[in-house]
């Protein structure tokens, strides 16, 4: 089944303490992105990934770093993490970046950092 | 910021009834393409229509683009219970791989 998988789906920590969250798609996608959803504010774009090691920033990418090394692979990486970074997030693929594509959604990663 | 606007806000009306969804975003486009969120869940697509496009169909979803307005509609028609959801457009810039969404519309539709 074609998938965009991330994990953790939910996660409470603290501050300072680093975490990534991992993303994987099967479906052999050149394009993957990392959103940020919060109240009121819709998807924000976190960072973006045209091909293997090319990534580049989005409208929000302080406090966040991420690699490409492998095609099906975009972890996000919180260094760390800060409050302000309590959010709902969202990867995504499509097979080519630019927005002609529809992208597939992973089902969410609910962050809480206290 | 570059982000869409969408309105309503928020939107509630009966089963049967139609519903219509605006989106207005800022500079040139590629396309533009609408999503649907389930509370909390991933969002998944619905429908592209592009630059050139005037309007386009999918089964009771109708979408319209006015490039010259920088805007574009979501009809869903016939609604039902189970559209009951966060609809949101989303914009690639001309050239660019950034996308930008909308702060999106909430359907919700009384059996």
């Given amino acids: ?114 | 910021s570059q982000q869409g606007e969408e309105d309503p806000q928020a939107l509630s009306i009966q089963e049967g009834e139609n519903a219509t969804m605006n989106c207005s975003y800022k500079t040139s486009i590629n396309n533009l393409q609408w999503y649907r969120q389930n509370s909390g869940r991933g969002l998944v697509h619905l429908i592209l229509i592009r630059s050139n496009e005037r309007e386009k169909h999918s089964g009771r979803l109708r979408v319209t683009l006015d490039t010259s307005k920088k805007s574009s509609s979501l009809l869903i028609t016939a609604s039902r219970a189970a559209d009951t959801a966060s609809y949101f457009c989303a914009t690639a810039f001309t050239g660019g791989f950034k996308t930008i969404f909308g702060a999106g519309t909430r359907l919700f539709v009384k059996a």
């Fill in chain 1, 1 to 114: 089944e074609a998938q965009v998988t991330q994990n953790p789906r939910y996660l409470i920590t603290v501050t300072g303490k680093k975490l990534t969250v991992t993303c994987s798609q099967n479906m052999n996608h050149e394009y993957m992105s990392w959103y940020r959803q919060d109240p009121g504010l819709g998807l924000r774009q976190i960072y973006y990934s045209m091909n293997v090691e090319v990534t580049d920033k989005g409208d929000v990418p302080e406090g966040y770093k991420v690699s490409r090394k492998e095609k099906r692979n975009f972890p996000l990486i919180l260094e760390s993490p800060s409050p302000n970074q309590t959010s709902l997030y969202f990867c995504a693929s499509s097979l080519k970046g630019g927005g002609n594509q529809p992208q597939h959604f992973g089902d969410g990663t609910r962050l809480s950092i206290l």
